[in-house]
């Protein structure tokens, strides 16, 4: 079945620090692939998405390159800030999957000023 | 602009209780959604609906009853209420079609004594 994967739990940066955070998914077409962000007390909002291979999708500062050949989806910043402090949660909905949405389980990002 | 109403934002609960949390979105989306979310952790889907008076199980439906009576509204019950339970149950909408991200509600924030 489709699954998404997100190798990191818990990311401590200090401010301007690059980040990645990986994402990596399973599925049986050729999905749609989101990035979505939570803050505090917030339901998640859309970062992003990407639906072709080599797409990539850009909000923010943060980018994400559709990658067929490795099944990824890595989240990057150059240069994080204190606000980015948050739970980002990469997804995906396939067209075999009835209109569900498969989430990974979330990294918490953590910025020190 | 559309907006997805959550209510109530906050439900006390008692053990053994069935407590009912609704959700509304005049987006006229088709699929809505219903996660449950636990402190520290990813979203994990309870029911989700892809039309009006349709119901689709997710990976979490065991204890929970949803429905869906109108295309802007869909309602979660559980039905009977855990003692010391605590989550957060996040509505989300999405147009039908794999390209579509869902929007997200802010959440109910349940207890239960």
């Known amino acids: 079945g489709d699954s998404v994967t997100q190798t990191e739990g818990q990311v401590a940066l200090s401010e301007e620090d690059f980040l990645t955070i990986h994402c990596n998914y399973s599925?049986?077409?050729?999905?749609?692939l989101f990035w979505y962000v939570q803050y505090p007390g917030e339901g998640p909002q859309l970062l992003f998405r990407a639906s072709r291979d080599k797409e990539k999708g850009s909000s923010r500062g943060f980018e994400a390159t559709y990658d067929k050949g490795t099944t990824s989806f890595h989240l990057r910043k150059a240069s994080v800030q204190e606000s980015d402090s948050a739970v980002y949660y990469c997804?995906?909905?396939?067209?075999?999957?009835?209109?569900?949405?498969?989430f990974g389980d979330g990294t918490q990002l953590v910025v020190k000023p | 602009g559309g907006i997805i109403t959550q209510t109530p934002k906050f439900l006390i609960g008692q053990e053994g209780q069935k407590l009912t949390l609704k959700c509304q979105q005049n987006f006229n989306h088709d699929t809505m959604y219903w996660y449950r979310q636990d402190s520290g952790k990813g979203l994990r889907l309870i029911y989700y609906s892809i039309t009006e008076n349709d119901l689709q199980k997710g990976d979490l439906s065991e204890g929970y009853d949803a429905s869906r009576e109108k295309k802007s509204s869909f309602s979660l019950t559980v039905t009977s209420a855990q003692k010391n339970e605590m989550a957060v149950f996040l509505c989300?909408?999405?147009?039908?079609?794999?390209?579509?991200?869902?929007?997200f509600g802010e959440g109910t924030r349940l207890s239960v004594l």
């Open positions: 599925a049986s077409g050729y999905p749609t």
């Open positions: 997804a995906l909905s396939d067209r075999g999957s009835n209109n569900r949405i498969f």
């Open positions: 989300a909408s999405s147009m039908a079609g794999d390209w579509q991200a869902p929007l």
